[in-house]
């Protein structure tokens, strides 16, 4: 019913920049929270960023002043901004929202299938 589709991973070199967005797409009504999630090969998956549907956010501590969240609530698609990147950044990223489906009076949490982000040092 709800698709989330990732895009913007890739190679880039350590102190590059990289901009990641997620499009949601279905039988949407609205989405709520949105977040970003990274994991790395044989590792638990761990939240970086968190967005609601009013556009606040928070940052994971590990990621504060080097990633920043984002959305665009019109476009059912969220944006991760990452900066300053080091080969430790390198994981596979998701993103998941907390999604309203049409005539539904809770929400369905769905994930993306995750895209690729290699920091080469």
């Known amino acids: 019913q709800v698709q989330l589709v990732e895009s913007g991973g890739g190679l880039v070199q350590a102190g590059g920049s990289l901009r990641l967005s997620c499009i949601a797409s279905g039988s949407i009504y609205s989405i709520n929270a949105m977040d970003w999630y990274r994991q790395a090969k044989g590792k638990q998956r761990e939240l970086v960023a968190h967005?609601?549907?009013?556009?606040?956010?928070d940052d994971a501590d590990s990621v504060k002043g080097q990633f920043t969240i984002s959305r665009d609530n019109t476009k059912y698609t969220g944006y991760l901004q990452m900066n300053s990147l080091t080969p430790e950044d390198t994981d596979v990223y998701y993103c998941?929202?907390?999604?309203?489906?049409?005539?539904?009076?809770?929400?369905?949490?769905?994930w993306g299938q995750g895209t690729h982000v290699t920091v080469s040092s």
């Open positions: 967005s609601t549907s009013d556009e606040s956010t």
């Open positions: 998941i929202a907390a999604v309203r489906l049409i005539l539904t009076p809770y929400d369905t949490h769905y």
